[in-house]
């Protein structure tokens, strides 16, 4: 279950950058350097961002040679979407969307291709 650690880590603008970046590239994550560069942010800056999200239960990290990569910790994270849907909707979260299967749509393109074909 979440606690004010995780909300306080989300609340800064650069962690939740971070964030939606490596949940983007779950599960495989992305190196340190990596993040710095797709994010502008110098390394030392980086670091402390990465550690508070690590610690808030969002990101694990490993070690592949001299590269740190981190990744969005899965278990933490859905404990955190849980928690937020939980009370969704007067403790009906099916009516918020979830809790059934859910089609996602992503582009104009892709909504063409899903139409029925007529008959």
């Given amino acids: 279950m979440p606690d004010a650690r995780t909300f306080s880590a989300l609340a ?3 962690r939740l950058r971070i964030f939606r970046l490596l949940v983007s590239r779950a ?25 508070r999200l690590q610690e808030a239960g969002l990101l694990r ?10 990744a969005v910790d899965t278990e933490g994270t859905r404990g955190l979407v849980e928690f937020l849907v939980d ?4 403790g009906q979260p099916e009516l918020c ?3 059934r299967e859910r089609q996602r749509v992503t582009s ?8 029925p074909k007529a008959k």
């Fill in 27 to 51: 599960p495989r994550g992305l190196p340190a350097g990596q993040i710095a560069l797709r994010l502008q942010v110098p390394a030392s800056t980086l670091s402390t961002h990465l550690n």
């Fill in 12 to 14: 800064n603008a650069l």
């Fill in 87 to 90: 009370d969704c909707c007067d």
């Fill in 61 to 70: 990290s490993w070690r592949e040679r001299q590269r740190v990569i981190y």
């Fill in 108 to 115: 104009p393109q892709r909504r063409r291709n899903n139409k």
């Fill in 97 to 99: 969307g979830y809790g």
